[in-house]
């Protein structure tokens, strides 16, 4: 009798047999990805990098197999042979007893930098949450790629790479618009519709959606609404300061408050107008983050040191988290920039010189990418501009590219100097600005900028190649010393950071709370404040810390 298994059992079967280069591969990026990073990372996030190291390495290895065997001009088999897998049941046993010791170790050291507690264990259940859930995606994937490359195989005409290509393009597609399209966007959609309700709407004049203005409470938005329901008022800032102050105006549109990006910037001007924020010192028009948030101690420190004689000006243009607005509409907060500040700047401009506002610029993070691509150069903002500030900016932004490409030979990619800081200016800490003893012209450009901020040096080619701030002669001392550059991994790495870029503490990450105070007063005007009065609100902004964080 005949046992042999039918042509197509045998073929089915051979499919589940794993690559044993792959496999090979996989586990090297799997043992490697548990390597410290930027920032400290949640036992859960190790679970995922873990997961798809392993998928990223597994994939290059069997492509390598692949390649190397049509240069043999054969298919070689590809059974495992039973002392290979031991071998390989082994070495997975001996990292899984070796290396949550040294994770921790490893996690610790970049936690000491960071200023952060150490860790009292290894939280191995969060570990395998997280492996767990992205294991079964990855799987999830794969299945449907292999289903997609079957079908696109028979009924169409195509080759095997140009069907394995567009089935995985497909696949990913596929779960980006359930995972994001369909589940977050319309989470963040219903979060957006309506302010908190612990908010209060205000009834000054000098707010939006306040008395007499012309924009409504509820198409404010839910960081539209915390933002002119915040901030301090006239009364608070001089029992802070122990100097005279004024109320400081708060503008904001909503996506609600006007259907184009055209009309909220008209709406904001007009607001600006009615106001009275044209006769104010300081006026800023401030770019925000993807989902509308602007950064509360940012805002009320420019507040604060001007003693209120200031006026805000923003509007949105998304509702999702800056991750999700970049990645599906790349283009909306560069567009909602242009027409904010070319709006504000043309009634702006009709006032006499000698009698207008100080203008500025500012946003943070996706809000810096947004404002920075408003001027084609360095020159085209200081013509347009009395300062501008930047903070934490994206890789992506243009003009933070050909400024640090410019940056004087020997400084580093972290802090770069750019003509002895004579127009740009980088800061990360207090005293960053004592380095440069040459004169800095107004107006002033200045980014605050951290060597351990993903959102700054998470780029592409990150994944395939080594960037300038991991080189020997480049990188910070805020780094850990066992982090190295390694394919793929090194990104996977990065990715991750940008979910808890801002769950450290002020002077690290994403967060720039420590140096916002002095970042003003490098921008806009002298204030004439003392040394006690700027240390009370160096001291205030400091408590922020303990607020949460959000452009969720």
Request: aromatic letters at 10%; glycine letters at 8%; a negative charge.
């Amino acid at each position: 009798m005949d046992h042999t298994p039918p042509a197509s059992t045998t073929r089915y079967a051979n499919r589940w047999i794993p690559d044993a280069t792959g496999s090979a591969l996989g586990f090297i990026a799997a043992v490697l990805s548990v390597t410290p990073s930027l920032l400290p990372r949640p036992a859960v996030f190790q679970g995922i990098i873990v997961v798809l190291s392993f998928a990223f390495g597994y994939l290059a290895g069997v492509l390598i197999a692949k390649g190397v065997r049509r240069m043999r001009g054969k298919e070689a088999p590809r059974s495992i042979s039973r002392r290979w897998f031991y071998g390989y049941v082994a070495a997975w046993i001996a990292a899984l007893i070796v290396l949550p010791g040294a994770a921790v170790a490893w996690q610790n050291d970049v936690r000491r930098l960071v200023s952060m507690p150490p860790l009292d264990g290894t939280h191995l259940g969060a570990f395998f949450l997280g492996f767990l859930i992205t294991g079964a995606l990855v799987v999830a994937i794969t299945l449907g790629v292999r289903r997609l490359y079957s079908r696109f195989r028979k009924n169409g005409s195509w080759g095997r790479a140009t069907a394995l290509t567009v089935a995985v393009i497909a696949a990913i597609i596929a779960a980006l618009a359930l995972t994001v399209v369909f589940g977050a966007d319309r989470f963040y959609r219903d979060r957006n519709a309506l302010p908190d309700s612990d908010l209060v709407e205000p009834d000054s004049q000098y707010r939006s959606a306040g008395s007499e203005s012309i924009i409504s409470w509820d198409s404010l938005g839910r960081h539209g609404a915390d933002f002119v329901g915040g901030g301090p008022s006239m009364a608070e800032i001089e029992a802070l300061t122990g100097e005279e102050a004024m109320e400081p105006i708060r503008v904001y549109a909503g996506l609600a408050s006007a259907p184009t990006m055209e009309e909220r910037a008209d709406l904001v001007v007009a607001e600006l107008e009615r106001t009275g924020a044209f006769d104010r010192e300081v006026l800023a028009v401030a770019i925000p983050t993807g989902s509308g948030w602007l950064e509360p101690q940012t805002v009320d420190a420019l507040e604060y040191v001007h003693g209120g004689d200031t006026a805000i000006a923003s509007m949105q243009y998304a509702y999702t988290p800056s991750w999700v607005s970049y990645i599906f509409d790349p283009d909306a907060p560069m567009k909602a920039a242009g027409a904010l500040f070319d709006a504000v700047e043309e009634r702006w401009s009709e006032l006499p010189e000698d009698d207008r506002p100080h203008l500025v610029i500012y946003g943070l993070s996706l809000g810096a990418y947004g404002g920075q691509s408003v001027f084609t150069d360095v020159d085209d903002l200081r013509a347009r501009t009395d300062g501008a500030l930047f903070v934490g900016s994206p890789h992506s932004s243009e003009l933070w590219k050909s400024l640090q490409s410019s940056r004087d030979p020997g400084s580093p990619a972290w802090q770069p100097v750019l003509d002895d800081g004579r127009e740009v200016r980088w800061m990360s800490r207090d005293g960053d600005e004592n380095k440069l003893t040459g004169p800095w012209l107004e107006p002033r450009v200045l980014y605050l900028q951290h060597a351990t901020d993903p959102v700054t040096w998470l780029a592409p080619d990150v994944y395939w190649r080594a960037p300038d701030w991991l080189k020997p002669d480049q990188r910070s001392p805020e780094l850990s010393t066992s982090m190295r550059w390694i394919p793929v991994v090194t990104g996977l790495q990065v990715t991750l950071d940008m979910l808890v870029a801002e769950a450290v503490p002020a002077a690290y990450g994403h967060n720039y709370g420590d140096v916002v105070v002095d970042a003003w007063r490098h921008v806009t005007p002298e204030t004439g404040l003392g040394d006690e009065a700027l240390t009370r609100i160096q001291a205030e902004i400091a408590t922020y810390a303990a607020i949460p964080r959000y452009d969720w």
